[in-house]
């Protein structure tokens, strides 16, 4: 399934996902699906092509999650930290344009051309900064994680709650895009919050699969599994 075909038929073709933010903002599908095409709109003004490198600076969820799906929409490669890697291979990977809070920056750094071992990464899909390296994730490797038995199997029509940050690699890769493409819901949970509020967010939410997060934790004794 190509990309463009995943993302219509989470977001357009059907009511859910419902994504709840930590501050429990509510976000249907449809009003991403909406956000979605806005920011596709956006980088199409401003001259993006396929392979076009976007840096994600925003802590908006709403911002954040139209922006990225839009990305990926286009083709463009998603570059996260991009101001915090310093070392030579990061230079490859200087986005074109920076999406801070909810307006453009463009840049006009030069790229370092690519070359031996690490060209295949030219076409990375989304890439992850580091001081000194960086992680990429071609499309075959996205698609590979999100329709894997034990990704798609356990998302699938789940109410999840995602206790890792939607904007850090495992929480985007292993809990994000799989709750956006195949859960009903995805509530974005709290890695400082109490276990007495987490539970009541399972509870409310009638949430069926904890992904990422907290070590099992004890109350009043009793261990408790999420």
């Not at 933010?21 to 009003?31: D, G, V």
């Amino acid at each position: 399934m190509e990309w463009k075909d995943l993302i219509y038929d989470s977001l357009k073709e059907r009511d859910c996902p419902l994504i709840v933010s930590e501050k429990e903002e509510i976000i249907p599908a449809k009003s991403l699906w909406v956000e979605v095409r806005r920011w596709v709109k956006t980088f199409r003004e401003y001259g993006l092509t396929k392979g076009d490198r976007i840096s994600l600076e925003t802590t908006d969820l709403f911002t954040y999650l139209g922006a990225l799906l839009a990305g990926i929409w286009e083709e463009h490669q998603i570059i996260f930290n991009a101001s915090g890697g310093n070392s030579s291979k990061n230079r490859l990977f200087i986005p074109d344009i920076i999406v801070k809070n909810n307006s453009i920056i463009e840049n006009d750094s030069v790229t370092y051309p690519f070359d031996g071992d690490i060209e295949k990464y030219a076409e990375a899909r989304i890439v992850f900064l580091k001081s000194d390296t960086f992680t990429a994730f071609l499309d075959d490797d996205l698609m590979s994680i999100l329709n894997s038995f034990q990704i798609k199997n356990k998302f699938l029509g789940s109410r999840v709650l995602s206790m890792s940050s939607w904007f850090e690699e495992s929480g985007i890769i292993q809990e994000l895009l799989p709750g956006i493409f195949w859960a009903d819901v995805i509530v974005q949970g709290s890695s400082k919050g109490r276990v007495s509020d987490t539970l009541e967010i399972k509870k409310k939410y009638l949430i069926n699969l904890v992904r990422g997060g907290k070590e099992p934790q004890k109350e009043n004794g009793q261990l408790i599994l999420f």
